[in-house]
């Protein structure tokens, strides 16, 4: 009988090892979410406040208690006046100000005092950070991917992640677009880059594995 393919032994149904893989918060700051959204973008505000971020507020205690490694993205320019940025973001009028309030992820989920916080000025967190670097250097296979915006940031991430050879996971009620719809649509789009799951699937999956990490 001849040998079965490595390939056909590949799938994205993988147990939760902590020590392989990392949370990834993206874009989760007071110049994305904050009181002003309420009335620009009232789906995404409510959808994020009441949702979203008690979810990322679980995903978060679950996985420091499970030894998974937390990152965070921010936008965030390098420079006072915002000559960094990407193109698209100069086109787009995206300027957040180095150290700003806007700069920093929102209160309730905040980064712990070891978590790394990457300032980014592109849409993939992977155009314009060192993080395809950090996570072989930690040892990271798997990625969950988290955060705002759905149809934004996060495909873009999920995409360039598995290119580039990581098992991603994006949470579907951890990240949000601008509107339920843009969400779907977005989801639906990155179907085939990532496996999806919910919230709490996510943590009944982590827990027996923390157990044996």
């Avoid at 390098?78 to 806007?102: N, P, Q, V």
């Avoid at 992820?105 to 849409?123: C, N, Q, R, Y």
């Avoid at 969400?183 to 982590?206: D, K, P, V, W």
Wanted: hydrophobic content about 45%; some cysteine; glycine content about 4%.
């Amino acid at each position: 009988m001849p040998p079965v393919s490595r390939q056909h032994a590949l799938t994205r149904d993988r147990p939760v090892l902590p020590a392989r893989t990392a949370l990834l918060v993206v874009d989760v700051q007071n110049g994305t979410f904050n009181d002003a959204q309420r009335a620009i973008r009232p789906e995404f505000f409510h959808a994020a406040r009441d949702t979203v971020i008690p979810n990322l507020a679980a995903l978060l205690s679950a996985c420091r208690a499970a030894g998974i490694e937390v990152i965070y993205t921010v936008i965030e320019n390098l420079t006072k006046d915002g000559r960094d940025r990407s193109l698209d973001y100069k086109l787009s009028s995206f300027f957040i100000a180095r150290g700003s309030w806007e700069a920093k992820v929102i209160d309730a989920l905040a980064p712990g005092d070891d978590e790394i916080v990457l300032p980014k000025t592109s849409s993939s967190v992977f155009n314009s950070t060192n993080i395809d670097y950090l996570l072989r250097n930690i040892g990271i296979e798997d990625l969950v991917v988290t955060g705002f915006l759905t149809d934004q940031c996060i495909d873009h991430t999920v995409k360039d992640a598995a290119d580039r050879g990581y098992y991603v996971t994006c949470l579907t009620d951890a990240c949000m677009a601008n509107t339920h719809a843009r969400h779907a649509e977005a989801l639906g789009c990155f179907a085939g880059y990532c496996r999806a799951m919910t919230t709490a699937a996510f943590l009944a999956a982590l827990n027996p594995a923390a157990l044996n990490r």
